[in-house]
């Protein structure tokens, strides 16, 4: 294969990978929890600029960019803190974006949030280098690679599956377990669990938590991959493209949200690139997200639980002995 | 069928005194007084509007009164939020149904236990060998109790799909499984089926006879007749009068304001 | 004070918008997300009148009241009515407004382009008005906005329809039993806040140099926060809600301009955290409550 299809390849790979680890986070808080994190995209950002500046070293060393908290920690070091500014950003906005007793208030209140953070972040460059973004992150362990960016490149997707492996491990067992099931009575009747004793605004709060933290790391990932993030990586088509590839693969269901990524964000994102040029620039993308709008009503009117909807769980009874005599 | 023991009742299980609630210049409840004795099962009766379920609400927690008290064991708990006032036994069902749509019975059901290993963030990340001895012990009384109310065979049905008389049943049994000390059910056999009725009635009589302290708003009477010890009777938000039905049924103002109409 | 007379014209544009907004948000019990899509509708539309047509910008304006009442009727029978009628919980519905909103935004980008326009205006200069700096179109514009309030507050008040929208708005099951025709209502109530939203998107576009297919959608939430502000669903709290983001929005803007729309988000979010259900609320505090189950 020649390595111009060999980087094609990669690429899709790295970005599958991410956008899967991303998309379990927003299934635990929407699919799961039934949290509509509008914001969800400035958690994944987050993680993608923390990590950025905690390997590209002091700001003063650079001539073209100006950021906070410069450092070069060895890897993986700036990914777990990347992780963990997530989950802390999230636990601040959960301060009053959960306040809101209704869930579309929460969302409206989110999507807020996240558009002052872009343009918060645009205002003030000694942040994250304003507009123009974060470049030249370095790679972790690139100068091991004596084999070129091929090489390289595979190395990295074997990274990012590990990292989802350990998140499907994570994923798995917290869905499986009557956590994941509180959660999902949270998700039907918020009102009817509280009053069976379930402290419903501490459990959204979790969740919350837990996602952006998820999605922080999915940034983590990509940014070090693609070396650079700029405010016009996060907007709301973002959060948008996340929320339907988890309609369409299939709310609730880890394996439906990994289809919807693999669909939603990798064929149908891809497809784009084949059509042929027509109108002008742009013109492609904005019937492309018409046509994400109309799949989403489609979805939502026809088949609301998605591709592969949320598996019903049966629990098996104990066995019980019979009534006198042998069983 | 009489109700209960006839002995005087014994200490107050819950006490709600001059309760008030007002929202956009309507009084729901204006100055309700009266109290729960333990161990028994309570009706609470009137017409509609008469501001019935929203005391039950104020009592378990979902709704903030004006002014008056609300005293469970001797504390005030008026205002508290609903899971703290649930930790405290008191448990409710819902006028309108509250299952949980796509959840099955089963989990309906088990959802509901109190103190669960696995229910935490933290014992979840322990894993299924952290919680599972304790869920099977879960499921096990669950799928005793649907025995019990007849609904073992829709086990595995999402509670959405089942009827609405169904869906009342899931709620009291939910209600059941929380352990509670104080159940409050708000009309908990509309759209039962006749047959079913007195089936769940003499369940709640059992309940009743083991202990469990209850207040139920109905509206059938038959069934107030058959399955409470006292009852308590508002209208336009205040306790008209507090007693038995044979007592009741001689109170001219009952009468007038509830038993005709 | 020249920014006191931006605000105002902000606040007469933001009265428009919100007001609207909560009307739909008080009979059917939705955040309207393609609210701002349907104001760049009505500020295209006066655009194909006053440069295509000829026409003044004030036919314009109403060419996009019209086009706003289509658009918005259109939205409710055709999509919200249905996915309510079927019982869709209100959290999934932000998802479909979403959805049209994209759709819109995104159509009418495919169809008119993504480059600036602005209407066929003369230029004008300002007026000196107790204090303020103010053109003669924008206190047109502050007449409408006024005119259109006290028209509203009369159908509201004193007209049959009127008390049904509000009926409806408190209690729908309560006014169905009542007679009222809550279908009618409601598409009616539709029509008169679509016709809002389409004045408020040329109001807006006329405010601005120039205007793109993202000039309703970029100032939604501004609406959203002045709506909330006074209680989403109560249109006097929404009118309330807009003077107060609509100067203070502009007053900080002479500090930086792009604190303008941050302060109007941090009015929300304060709003949220002290009194979340804004500074009217009344009976609607029920449909909060049965909402959230």
Known sequence: MSSAYQYYAITLLVYFGVNTIACWGLNLQYGIAGVLNFAFILFQSLGAYIASVLSLGPAEGSTFQTYVLGATLPFPVPWLVATAAGGLLALAVAAFALRPARRDF?????????????????????????????????????????????????????????????????????????????????????????????????????????GGAMAALSGAVLVQFIGGWSPGSWTINETFLYFVAIIVGGAGNNAGVVLGAALVLGLFQEALRYLPAFGYAGLAESIQFMALGVLILAFLWWRPGGLIPERRRTYRAPRRPAPGGPT | MSAGPAATPGPAALAVADLRVTYGGVHAVDGATFEVPEGRLTGLIGPNGAGK?????????????????????????????????????????????????????????????????????????????????????????????????????????????????????????????????????????????????????SHLIRL????????????????????????????????LAEGSMAQLRKDQEVIDAYLVG | MPGLGFGLVTAAILTLGSVGFSLQFGVSNIFNLAYGDVMT?????????????????????????????????????????????????????????????????????????????GYRVTPEKSLHLLGMLLTARQLTVMAIAVACMTALHVILRYTRIGRAMRATAANAELARSCGVGTGRVTTLAWAVSGALCGTSGVALALNLASFNFTVGSSFLLVVVASAVF?????????????????????????????????????????????RPNGLWPGTYLQKMEMAAR
Not at chain 1, 188 to 194: G, K, P, R, V
Not at chain 2, 95 to 109: G, I, K
């Open chain 1, 106 to 210: 929460q969302a409206m209140v989110m999507l807020v949030v996240s558009i002052i953070a872009a343009i918060l972040v645009v205002t003030e460059p000694s942040w994250f280098n304003g507009q123009r973004g974060l470049a030249a992150v370095p790679k972790p362990f690139v100068d091991h690679f004596s084999g070129g960016l091929i090489q390289y490149g595979w190395f990295y997707v074997a990274m990012t599956g590990g990292v989802c492996l350990l998140v499907y491990w994570f994923v798995h067992r917290m869905t499986g377990s009557p956590w994941g099931l509180r959660l999902r009575a949270m998700r039907e009747n918020a009102e009817a669990l509280s009053s069976l004793g379930v402290n419903v605004k501490a459990e959204s709060v979790k969740v919350y938590v837990v």
């Open chain 3, 41 to 117: 509708v009505g500020a295209f539309a006066a655009y194909l009148v006053n440069t295509v047509g000829h026409a003044s910008i004030w036919l314009g304006m109403a060419a996009g009241a019209v086009a706003g009442s289509a658009a918005s009727t259109a939205i409710n029978t055709f999509v919200y009515r249905p996915f309510l009628r079927r019982g869709t919980a209100l959290f999934a519905m932000v998802m479909v407004s979403l959805a049209v909103g994209t759709i819109l935004e995104n159509g009418i980008q495919a169809i008119a382009g993504p480059s600036y326009r």
């Open chain 3, 230 to 274: 006074g209680s989403v669903g109560q249109p006097y709290g929404a009118m309330a809600g807009a003077l107060v983001i609509g100067v203070a929005s502009e007053l900080a803007a002479i500090v930086s301009p792009s604190l303008k729309q941050v302060v109007a988000f941090v009015l929300l979010a304060i709003i949220l955290l002290v």
């Open chain 2, 53 to 201: 379920s929203t005391v039950l609400a104020v009592i378990a927690g979902g709704r903030r009164p004006s002014g008056g008290r609300v005293v469970l064991n001797g504390q005030d708990i008026a205002g508290w939020p609903a899971h703290r006032v649930a930790r405290r036994g008191v448990i409710r069902t819902f006028q309108l149904s509250s299952e949980f749509a796509h959840l099955t019975v089963l989990e309906n059901l088990i959802v509901a236990a109190p103190e669960q290993r696995g229910a935490g963030f933290g014992g979840a990340l322990l894993g299924k060998r952290y919680w599972r001895a304790q869920q099977a012990q879960i499921v096990a009384r669950a799928d005793r109790l649907l025995d019990e109310f007849q609904l073992g065979p829709s086990r595995n049905l999402y509670a959405g799909e089942l009827s609405g008389g169904q869906k009342r049943l899931v709620e009291i049994m939910r209600g059941l499984m929380a352990g509670p000390s104080l159940l409050l059910l708000d009309e908990p056999l509309a759209g039962v089926n006749p047959s079913l009725r007195l089936v769940v009635e």
């Open chain 2, 208 to 239: 009743r006879d083991q202990g469990l302290t209850m207040i139920m708003v109905e509206h059938e009477l038959p069934t107030v007749e058959r399955c409470c010890d006292s009852v308590v009777v508002m209208a336009r938000g205040r306790v």
